[in-house]
Structure formats: structure tokens, C-alpha cells
């Protein structure tokens, strides 16, 4: 796990000189993420390319391991930020076909996998990665992003320059973005995310979409997508069960996930994905599949707050052999004191107050020695955990479909899920709209926030978002929803800010439901293996379910990992005195984007408005004034 950097030269790729202008470039944008790789770094320079690396040493802790790698013949040189899971099986093909290793790294499996497979090598990997390739004997930047886009990968094109990097911060440290992209603030302020589109929250600056190559050659940028989240791209082995098929690869991607050299944690919320991962980690151990004897396990505690699952996260792991838990005791309140590091750090605005009580996680976490940790990310995605989201186009399946029963359904949901007919049919009618309006609609009726935007900053965004999903008469609409949240808007967000805030403090997150396998397999299988009856997420609760106590399996209420930032702006002085700080600034009142009156009047009644989203507001003005924003 690392930070990359690169400058290279588009104009006479060739005859491009001047290569001590790269060195102290590449420096500063080495110093700017030096948080994701503490343990070294390294400048790389030949005309026409230059890389920089900042490792955080994970597998092969030597220094034979550091980056940017080059290749025996000293053609071809690579940096890398991610980790290769399957590399041993890799590095296996790579010896058998006559290639030789200096090292025991992932890193060098990819270089020899290039040189052996060229740009099909990504074919061959399993894992989460952004790397960059410069091919001299082809004079041909190679560039990928692994398929889900775990690892980060940002890019712009300045005065016949391509610069790239592990984050923003290593791009604004050279190029000083002034300008915001506002149809991506106008997306952030209406609708909560930043659609996954490639574009970024700084104008003409660009992000590689996930399992996506990108191939630089004579000046000339050629993207390839090398692969695609689709229905039924899965081959299911004809002698097993779904649920056999299910377990196999779970057990699968959690194995992978434990390859390192240094210890591996846990982190566990006392919901169901990071319990099955917790008691999966035990089983594997108990039966001598992991060369581990004990495994730590941090949850973060919110005491007096409703919602704080401690208490069934220490009745779990009683039935646990061999995991250690630690309670993380966190205190927000008083995260105001430090917020504009933390939202430099986070480069992006993000979409909730969550996020900066994440990094205080991992701030816990890095304090207590950690460096890799597991979780659950990547289930309520796939396999439909968030019942309220996709309850809409569920119903509308089953009043399509001629073996539906969509009055059954529906009463279901209504009475043994406690939805209102009225929300339901509301998620219906949101299923069935232009994902513009029906955003649009939830910003001005529900979060009440429309009101406070300027009617010109509206209209020249409100159509820059293209809808990703389209209600069919066909059917299938429940699992387009779901590839929706996954390929363009929440799960793309909650990856940027898990990477991002994990790496502030130099950690690694790993992610077993991220596993590429995991994700095709959730779209090859029957809709009623996710989700019917109210129940989501069936699959899992008929296979690792069983193993783990009904306090967990029965549980249907999903909280999703959230901070009562409300609570604090009501009832805390410190957090409120800072809100109205930034309300009554110069800075604030004089943005052309928003009414500063119609926001600071909400900000005054917040109990009145529990659906405004109070925490975009004050962030985004936060991020402007910390990144010097020009045009807001």
C-alpha cells in the first residue's frame, strides 16, 4: 500500500530533455501524500517520464521492494499503490513460463506479469490497485485502476504535461487548483455524492474510472475498459449450490485478505458483514487455514449514543476462539478543533459528518500499532442490506413479474418493516423517474435545501448528471438499482473516503466482499437469494449466518455506520459555536451558489429541519476556504 505520483511529457514525448524539471516536482508531490507511505520514497526520472513513490511496506518489508521498480533490462519501470492478493499464484505461472525474481513483492509480480501478458496482465489480478507503467521501448505510458476502484487514481493535463497521483492534494501541491467543478457542487449539494463519471471537484481534473486502462502514446490518451459489472457475467460450477458456491468464495476473499508480512486486523461494527468476517477469520483458524494464533478485533464505542453497537459486538465474540476485541471510546465533540486538517485531508468534500469520525477511527486504530485491517465493505451494495433504498424498485418487480406478489410484498414492508404505504409508494414513484427529478424532488421536499440554492446555480447544473439507471417495463429493475449505487454514486463515495482516511494515518484497508468474484456472483444469483420478505441479504444470513448469534442474524434493523452530528450541532457549545463561525463569515455570506440568510436560518432551527443536510453545507465551505476555492 503506497502513494504514486508522475509527471510525463505529452509534447515530443522522445526529444523531451529538460528532465531536472521533473525532480523537484516530483518531490513536492511526494511530500504532499507522504501519510500513505511513511516507511520510504523514491524519484524516478528518464526522459520523457518521471515517478515518485511513497511506500507503506505490507509484503516483502525489504528494501530490494522499494519503488518505482525497474526491470532487469531497465526498460520498463513501474509504481504501484494496492495489493496483488492472488500474487502467488500469479508469480507461479510467471516462474513456470521462465522468469526470474529479485524480490518477494506483489510489486514485482505486476512488472514481470506486464512483460509476460503486456496490457492483459490486469486479467490475471485479483486485488485492489492504481499503477503506472512507462514502456520505453514503446515510448507508451500504461496506466490501470483495478476493477472496482478501491485504490485512487487522479489525473490533468497542464501545458503539454500529464500529472498523476494517489490523491488531489499531491496534484494541487504543483498545479494549485483555484476553480471548483460545479455541476460536481451542485451534484453534492443536491443529491449527497459526486456522481462516478470521471470528472472530480476541481475543473479539469479527472479521475480514472474503475477497471479502467488508460494508454498514453504519442500524446495521445486511449482509455480501455478492461471490465464491467454486469448481470450474469459469473460461471457457477454446475455441482454445488448457490449457498455452497457463497461460502466458498467468501472464505476465499477473506484467506487473500490475511496475505502480509505485517499483523492483520479486524474492524467490527456488531452488524453482520464484519461479524461473518470476524467468525470466518476464527473458523479459518481453528482449522489450521490461517498461520495466525490470535486476531485483533477494534470497534469504535459511542457511549449514550442510541445506536452504539458495542454491547452486541462483546456478547459476539464471546463465541469467538481466537479474536482479541478492543474498544475504540471515540469523541467527536471535539473533532471541531482540528476540521479543516481533517477536510484538507480528505481532499473531496464528503457527504457526512461519518467520515470524519472514520478517520478518528483510524487515528484509534494507528495508535494501537495497527497497519492492515479487514472490513465489511461492499455487502449492502451487492447483496441489497439497505431495505429502505431498494424497496422501490423490488415493488416494482414484483408488479411486473407474473409470479410476483406484490401485495404480499408490500405488506410486508409496511407492517414488518414499519415503512408507511406512504413511503413506499414514494420509492416506487422514485424508481420510476428521471434520477434528475427524482433527486431534485428529494432536495426540495424532504431536505429542504433546494430553497437555499440560487435559482441560476440550478439551472445551469440541474442536467449535467446523466441518468444511470432507467425504469424498464421489462423487469430487473431491482438489480439495475443496485449496479446504479455501485457503479456511479454511494459505494464509489464510501471507497474515496475509506481509502483516503485510512491512508491519512497509514493504514491499509482490506475489504473481502470488494473481491471482484463476490460481486459477480451477487448479480448471477436469484433476486430472492438477496432479498424478499423484508429480509435482506439472504444468502448470507442461511450460510455464515448460522454460525453467528441471532442477536446479529435476526437483526433487520440496518443503522449503516453513522455520527449524530444533529446531536452535536443541538446540544454541543463547542460544535455549534464553530457552525456559526463559518455561517457568519465574510467568506460564507459572500457565495454566489447559495442564500447564506435561507442556510443560517435552517442552521438556527435545526430541530425543525431534521432532514437538511447541514453537514454539506459547512464542509463544502470548509473545503473552499482550506483549498482557496476562487469560484463559488
Not at 79 to 100: D, R, S
Request: charged share 20%.
Amino acid at each position: 500500500m503506497c502513494g504514486i505520483n508522475g509527471v510525463l511529457s505529452l509534447n515530443n514525448q522522445a526529444g523531451f530533455q529538460n528532465i531536472e524539471f521533473f525532480q523537484p516536482i516530483l518531490q513536492s508531490m511526494n511530500d504532499a501524500i507522504a501519510h500513505r507511505g511513511p516507511d520510504s520514497d523514491g524519484i524516478f526520472t528518464k526522459t520523457p517520464v518521471g515517478f515518485g513513490f511513497r511506500r507503506l511496506s505490507i509484503i516483502d518489508l525489504s528494501t530490494s521492494a522499494n519503488q518505482p521498480m525497474v526491470s532487469k533490462n531497465e526498460d520498463v519501470v513501474l509504481v504501484f499503490n494496492g495489493e496483488i492478493y492472488n500474487y502467488l499464484e500469479v508469480k507461479a505461472n510467471l516462474l513456470a513460463a521462465g522468469h526470474t525474481f529479485r524480490t518477494d513483492s506483489d510489486t514485482e509480480v505486476i512488472l514481470n506479469s506486464y512483460l509476460e501478458y503486456g496490457e492483459e496482465c490486469v486479467h490475471h489480478f485479483n486485488g485492489m490497485w492504481a499503477f503506472a507503467i512507462y514502456d520505453f521501448r514503446n515510448n507508451k505510458l500504461f496506466c490501470s485502476r483495478d476493477r472496482m476502484g478501491v485504490k485512487p487514481f487522479y489525473y490533468c493535463i497542464k501545458d503539454q504535461m500529464l500529472y498523476f497521483s494517489s490523491e488531489l492534494k499531491g496534484l494541487h501541491a504543483v498545479l494549485k487548483f483555484e476553480n471548483a467543478n460545479l455541476a460536481k457542487v451542485y451534484e453534492y449539494l443536491a443529491y449527497g455524492y459526486r456522481i462516478n463519471d470521471g470528472e472530480t471537484f476541481f475543473e479539469d481534473c479527472f479521475e480514472l474510472l474503475p477497471g479502467t486502462n488508460l494508454v498514453v502514446e504519442a500524446g495521445k490518451l486511449k482509455y480501455n475498459r478492461y471490465w464491467k459489472l454486469s448481470l450474469s457475467s459469473f460461471q457457477h460450477d454446475p455441482g454445488l449450490s448457490f449457498q455452497e458456491e457463497y461460502v466458498n468464495l467468501f472464505e476465499s476473499a477473506v484467506k487473500l485478505r490475511y496475505r502480509s508480512d505485517v499483523p492483520v486486523a479486524l474492524l467490527l461494527s456488531g452488524g453482520l458483514d464484519s461479524s461473518a468476517i470476524t467468525k470466518v477469520t476464527d473458523n479459518l483458524i481453528q482449522r489450521g487455514e490461517l498461520n495466525r494464533n490470535e486476531i485483533h478485533a477494534f470497534i469504535a464505542s459511542f457511549p449514550g449514543f442510541i445506536d452504539d453497537e458495542t454491547p452486541t459486538a462483546r456478547m459476539f465474540i464471546k463465541t469467538c476462539k481466537h479474536i482479541q476485541l478492543h474498544e475504540l471510546i471515540i469523541d467527536t465533540q471535539k473533532t471541531v478543533d482540528n476540521l479543516e486538517n481533517i477536510i484538507q485531508a480528505l481532499d473531496h468534500p464528503v457527504f457526512s459528518f461519518n467520515v470524519v469520525v472514520h478517520q478518528n477511527i483510524m487515528k484509534a486504530c494507528k495508535q494501537q500499532g495497527v497497519k492492515v485491517v479487514l472490513n465489511g465493505q461492499g455487502s449492502d451494495e451487492a447483496y441489497a442490506g439497505y431495505d429502505r433504498y431498494i424497496s422501490g424498485a423490488y415493488l416494482l418487480d414484483q408488479l411486473i413479474s407474473r409470479d410476483g406478489n406484490f401485495f404480499e410484498e408490500f405488506s410486508i414492508l409496511n407492517k414488518q418493516n414499519h415503512y408507511s404505504k406512504g413511503f413506499l409508494l414514494g420509492q416506487m414513484f422514485k424508481s420510476m423517474v428521471d434520477q434528475n427529478y427524482s433527486a431534485y424532488l428529494r432536495a426540495k421536499y424532504q431536505e429542504k435545501s433546494i430553497f437555499c440554492l440560487n435559482k441560476d446555480f440550478i439551472k445551469a447544473n440541474y442536467h449535467h448528471y446523466k441518468p444511470a439507471y432507467q425504469f424498464s417495463y421489462k423487469g430487473n429493475n431491482f438489480n439495475n438499482y443496485l449496479l446504479k449505487q455501485i457503479k456511479y454514486e454511494g459505494l464509489n463515495q464510501i471507497l474515496h473516503y475509506e481509502d483516503i482516511s485510512s491512508m491519512s494515518q497509514s493504514i491499509e484497508i482490506r475489504s473481502p466482499f470488494m473481491d471482484y468474484r463476490m460481486m459477480e456472483f451477487a448479480f448471477s444469483i436469484p433476486n430472492e437469494l438477496k432479498f424478499k420478505g423484508g429480509i435482506t441479504k439472504i444468502i448470507q444470513r442461511d450460510t455464515i449466518g448460522k454460525m453467528l448469534p441471532n442477536s446479529i442474524t435476526k437483526n433487520r434493523k440496518k443503522i449503516g455506520f453513522r455520527a449524530p452530528f444533529l446531536d452535536y450541532l443541538s446540544k454541543d457549545h463547542n460544535v455549534k459555536a464553530y457552525v456559526f463561525d463559518v455561517l457568519n463569515s465574510q467568506s460564507f455570506g459572500a457565495k454566489k451558489i447559495w442564500k447564506a440568510d435561507s442556510v443560517k436560518h435552517v442552521f438556527e432551527r435545526p430541530m425543525d429541519y431534521p432532514d437538511f443536510p447541514f453537514w454539506r453545507f459547512i464542509n463544502l465551505e470548509v473545503w473552499a476556504k482550506v483549498y482557496n476555492i476562487k469560484n463559488l
